[in-house]
C-alpha cells in the first residue's frame, strides 16, 4: 500500500484490519487531501485549485463525487463564510460504500464483510446501547428507530412528512449484502439543506400516495415499520442494527418499543401458514406435524403478521404495562 493511503487511512480512523478491505473506499486524490488538511475544513475553491494542480481536468465533478460519496462533507459557517468541506470518518463512509457502490461491494469476500459489520455494529452499539436502554426504562430519548408502528399509525406518520418523500438504500441491509427482502425502503422526510441525501442527489423522490403504496408492499414482504423524527424505517430480523441490538440487550418489547400485544384466535385461523412466513421471529411456526403454532415469548410485537393475516385471526390489544417495567431476557 502506498504511503499516502497508509497516512490517510490513520486520518479516516480506518482500524488497521481494514487498511486493505477500505483502499476501493477510496481515491488517490481524496488520501492526498486528508494527509494535507487532516480533518481540518478545507474551502471548496481550494480544494478545486489543488486537483487542478495534481492534474485532474473536471475537479468541480470530482469535488462533488467525493461529498456524494460521502469522504467528504459539507461544513457550514467557517472560511469566511464559503462553502467548506473536510474529511469525514470510516465509520460514516463504510455504509455509503455498501449502499450506493453495491457492486464494488460485491467484490468483498463474506468474511471480509462480517468482520466490518462485527466492527460497525460494536461501534453503533458503543455510540447508541445507553439510549437504547434509558427508552427500554421508559426514558424519553431522541434515537432512530425505538418503536414499532401499525400501518396505519405509518400512513398517519407519512401525512405529516409533506407531500414528497426520499427514500434511500436501507445501510443495515445494504452492509449486510441483504438479498431476501427489499433494500430500498428508508423512508425519510425529504429535506434540502447540506449534507441531506437531496443536496447530494442520493434516493429516490416519491409522492405521499406513492410512500404509502411501497409501504404497504413491504409490509406485505414482511418488513417491520417503525421510526419518529422524521424517518420510517421498515427493518427485518436478521440485519437491523437496532434489532441485533436489542438482541444482545435483552430489551424485546422496551427497545424497540411494541404498544400491541398480539392476540391469535385459533378458532379463526385456517392455518394457511402466511403468518408463519412473515414473522420475523418465528413466533408463528410450523410444529413439527406442519400445524401452526403461535409462541408470544417470542414476539416482538410489530404488528405485521396482523396486518396479513386473511381471515383476521390475529388481533391488537394495545398495551397496558410501561416500558421497563418488564424487561424481558432474549439473548
Ligand atoms: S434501522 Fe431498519 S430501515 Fe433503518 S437502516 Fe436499519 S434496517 Fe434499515
Ligand atoms: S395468517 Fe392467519 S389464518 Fe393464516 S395461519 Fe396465520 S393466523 Fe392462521
Ligand atoms: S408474531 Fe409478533 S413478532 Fe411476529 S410478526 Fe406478529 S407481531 Fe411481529
Request: aromatic share 10%; charged share 25%.
Amino acid at each position: 500500500m502506498k504511503e499516502i493511503y497508509r497516512k490517510a487511512m490513520e486520518i479516516w480512523e480506518v482500524p488497521e484490519a481494514f487498511y486493505e478491505a477500505a483502499l476501493p473506499m477510496y481515491r488517490e486524490y481524496e488520501a492526498a487531501l486528508a494527509v494535507s488538511f487532516g480533518r481540518d475544513p478545507i474551502p471548496g475553491r481550494e480544494i478545486c485549485r489543488l486537483l487542478e494542480e495534481w492534474g485532474n481536468a473536471d475537479a468541480e465533478c470530482l469535488l462533488f463525487e467525493s461529498y456524494q460519496r460521502n469522504v467528504l462533507e459539507k461544513c457550514e459557517g467557517g472560511c469566511s463564510g464559503e462553502m467548506c468541506y473536510r474529511m469525514t470518518d470510516f465509520y460514516s463512509r463504510y455504509p455509503y460504500f455498501a449502499q450506493y457502490e453495491p457492486e464494488a461491494y460485491a467484490e468483498f469476500s463474506q468474511e471480509t464483510v462480517d468482520s466490518l459489520n462485527e466492527w460497525d455494529l460494536k461501534v453503533y452499539m458503543d455510540r447508541t446501547a445507553q439510549a437504547a436502554l434509558a427508552i427500554a426504562a421508559g426514558k424519553d430519548v431522541p434515537m432512530h428507530q425505538t418503536q414499532y408502528l401499525t400501518l396505519q399509525e405509518s400512513f398517519d406518520m407519512m401525512d405529516t412528512l409533506g407531500e414528497a418523500l426520499i427514500i434511500l438504500p436501507c445501510n443495515c441491509k445494504a452492509m449486510g449484502r441483504c438479498t431476501e427482502k427489499p433494500v430500498n425502503v428508508c423512508i425519510n422526510k425529504l429535506e434540502k439543506g447540506p449534507n441531506t441525501p437531496y443536496d447530494r442527489k442520493l434516493g429516490t423522490i416519491l409522492t405521499l400516495e406513492e410512500t404509502k403504496k411501497l409501504i404497504r408492499r413491504i409490509n406485505k414482504k414482511g418488513l417491520m415499520q417503525s421510526g419518529e423524527n422524521n424517518v420510517l424505517c421498515n427493518c427485518d430480523g436478521v440485519y437491523c442494527y437496532p434489532t441485533k441490538m436489542a438482541r444482545i440487550l435483552g430489551t424485546r418489547l422496551h427497545y424497540p418499543t411494541s404498544h400491541y400485544e398480539t392476540l391469535w384466535d385459533e378458532n379463526l385461523c385456517v392455518r394457511c401458514g402466511k403468518c408463519t412466513k412473515i414473522c420475523n421471529f418465528e413466533a408463528f411456526y410450523k410444529d413439527q406435524a406442519g400445524k401452526v403454532k403461535f409462541d408470544p415469548e417470542k414476539c416482538w410485537g410489530c404488528t405485521i403478521c396482523s396486518a396479513n393475516c386473511p381471515k383476521g385471526a390475529i388481533s391488537l390489544k394495545k398495551r397496558v404495562t410501561e416500558p421497563g417495567s418488564n424487561l424481558t431476557e432474549n439473548r
